[in-house]
């Protein structure tokens, strides 16, 4: 009963408080910028399978130069590369790829990270060693050689990519989270939780996770970031995803030695790279300057 | 003192263990893989367990994981497959050149960083703490191979004025250092320089800088002798723990100009298969990472001047 109640309350305000957020990113220019060049990528993401694109797979003509003339009267933007694939084409395809597998890392790496850090927070003693002690010898490794461990002992797949990121990244996410929870612990309504006897799963999931997210959700901007240069930078040294769909990080290092002649096939994409990251870390910084204001 | 650096000593050994076992587990445990990368593809079952017989690969895990360890505190990493000869001959030389662009690196960084993140914490809010907070945002976001990509587009290919590759083959060369050195500068200094104005500006507004200005001391005089040692403290843990994430983009580098560092040794190890080799540099690189996290504890008390020790 009292369930119901509480959740009819606070799902308008929930609402409320969603587009109150929205309203909030105005007053930061920075954020306005950071969101609108992660949107362009996700926009073109999404739109890639019905914009009119050559395949990015074909091999067409090889060595265009941008905005040289196709073979059947199209146009290539960006040019060609080596192989005579259409490089616009696989910039935009390479942005899905490169998008979908950074959010479900990051994605997975968070929800492993909050759960660690909120029961090692939460319930102390033995779980928070044990947890604290593994983290640490995690965090030990230098973050590159998790991958590569990991990568060349299971084989680059995106769902390897996927746990590599959450064993290097989750450790982090555990001391942020364990950090907040320490402190959110001692706070009145969650000793009103727990003589209203709600078991301690319930305190955990409901009632201290949710009051974290204030500076989680910057962290998560950030590692968004992150994770996009570490998919990109694992494609460029050759642990990435398995050919041929089009990957940033591989383009680069496939077109790489062709700079002398035909730089544009590797400074596309690294300027595709650098911008969603820019996106990401301007977002991560706009939304700190408003939650300091507060 | 010394009861915290030997605590702290005991808790970087026990890591230190725990990581060698897990890396000779993942490694090791299949015998039979071990020779057969060794020996090759075509090698037949009765050539491997003959191999295997022969070093030793018969006898208990454990006994086999300390004698492992105990060659490695030796020096003896085993041998090569790739490149045919004992793993330290490869290694040293390869992990002396990575020390010398880490060095450069932080030598140039260092400075750099700090000098920026002071400025702009002076005073939150101007305009030099803008100029900075958006160029170090601008920079971090330029991964090492996309802004290798940019400089060796305009400083080689458009000016012409640097070589395209490091593979210093006639002798050590200052032109096949730069271009590797400033990207990792340029990616690297943002970081410190946030964590340094950061530091800067919650020194700025506490109430012994507002005293020391009251009292009329000269701004510059506040700034330099009352400010920056409490402000430094939190930067100087940063530079050191950065050891732990420089040697990805000592990697990339070092694949993008093509330099003879320990990254590209590690990196062709584990796209070859090279098992002792990977063994070797993953250990090194752990044992660089907790000891680099080790002097940061040690040096963070040292500085700090509330923590007292009598």
């Keep these: 009963m009292t369930a119901e109640i509480q959740s009819n309350d606070t799902s308008p305000s929930a609402m409320s408080k969603f587009f109150k957020s929205v309203g909030l990113l105005r007053e930061s220019p920075i954020a306005i910028f950071g969101l609108s060049l992660i949107l362009f990528w996700v926009i073109l993401a999404i739109l890639a399978p019905i914009l009119p694109l050559y395949d990015p797979n074909a091999p067409l003509e090889p060595f265009k130069m941008p905005l040289s003339d196709a073979r059947d009267g199209g146009l290539y933007w960006l040019g060609t590369d080596h192989k005579g694939r259409d490089i616009l084409s696989r910039v935009i395809f390479g942005a899905q790829q490169v998008l979908i597998w950074a959010t479900t890392a990051t994605a997975v790496a968070y929800i492993v990270g909050m759960l660690m850090g909120v029961v090692a927070g939460y319930l102390g003693g033995w779980w928070d060693e044990v947890i604290s002690f593994i983290s640490n010898v995690l965090l030990s490794f230098p973050v590159i050689v998790l991958y590569i461990i990991i990568i060349t002992y299971l084989g680059a797949t995106g769902f390897n990519i996927v746990l590599a990121v959450t064993f290097a990244s989750a450790p982090g996410i555990m001391r942020i989270v364990r950090g907040l929870v320490l402190d959110l612990r001692t706070r009145d309504y969650i000793f009103a939780a727990q003589t209203r006897g709600e078991s301690a799963m319930y305190i955990m999931l409901v009632e201290l996770l949710p009051n974290a997210r204030g500076p989680l959700i910057v962290d998560a901007c950030l590692r968004l970031g992150y994770t996009t240069i570490t998919i990109a930078m694992l494609g460029y040294l050759g642990l990435g995803l398995p050919p041929p769909d089009p990957d940033w990080g591989k383009m680069i290092a496939e077109t790489q030695p062709l700079g002398s002649f035909a730089g544009h096939m590797a400074i596309v994409p690294a300027a595709a790279i650098s911008s969603l990251v820019l996106g990401f870390n301007l977002l991560a910084d706009g939304l700190r300057e408003i939650s300091m204001k507060d | ?310």
């Excluded at chain 2, 793993?87 to 750099?112: E, H, S």
């Excluded at chain 2, 002071?118 to 191979?145: C, H, N, W, Y």
């Excluded at chain 2, 012409?160 to 200094?189: D, K, Q």
Aim: with cysteine.
């Design chain 2, 1 to 310: 003192m010394l009861i915290l650096a030997f605590r702290r000593f005991l808790s970087m050994a026990l890591i230190m263990v725990i990581v060698s076992f897990t890396l000779f587990a993942i490694f090791e445990s299949d015998k039979l893989s071990v020779a057969g990368k060794v020996l090759g593809p075509y090698s037949n079952t009765e050539q491997r367990e003959l191999w295997l017989d022969q070093n030793g690969y018969n006898e208990p895990f454990l006994e086999r994981y300390v004698t492992w360890v105990g060659n490695a505190l030796t020096g003896d990493f085993g041998y090569s497959i790739q490149y045919k000869s004992p793993v330290a001959d490869v290694l040293w030389p390869r992990l002396g050149n990575t020390a010398i662009l880490a060095g450069l690196y932080m030598l140039f960084m260092i400075p750099l960083s700090l000098t920026l993140g002071v400025i702009a914490g002076m005073k939150e809010g101007s305009i030099q703490d803008r100029v900075v907070s958006v160029g170090s945002v601008l920079t971090t976001s330029v991964p090492e191979f996309a802004s290798a990509t940019f400089f060796s587009a305009i400083f080689v290919f458009w000016l012409g004025w640097l070589p395209g590759t490091s593979a210093m083959t006639s002798g050590f060369s200052w032109a096949e250092i730069f271009l590797p050195v400033f990207v990792l500068v340029m990616y690297g200094f943002g970081y410190t320089t946030r964590m340094t104005r950061a530091s800067m500006a919650e020194v700025m507004t506490s109430h012994y800088i507002r005293t020391a200005v009251l009292k009329g001391i000269p701004y510059r005089r506040v700034i330099m002798k009352h400010a920056l040692r409490n402000a430094l403290i939190a930067p100087f843990t940063v530079i050191i723990l950065q050891l732990n994430w420089l040697l990805s983009g000592v990697i990339v580098v070092e694949v993008f100009f093509a330099y003879k560092g320990f990254g590209k040794l590690l990196l062709d190890a584990a796209l070859f298969g090279d098992i002792f080799v990977i063994e070797a540099c993953t250990l090194v690189a752990v044992f660089v990472a907790v000891f680099s996290q080790f002097i940061s504890d040690i040096g963070y008390t040292l500085l700090n001047p509330r923590i007292r020790f009598t």
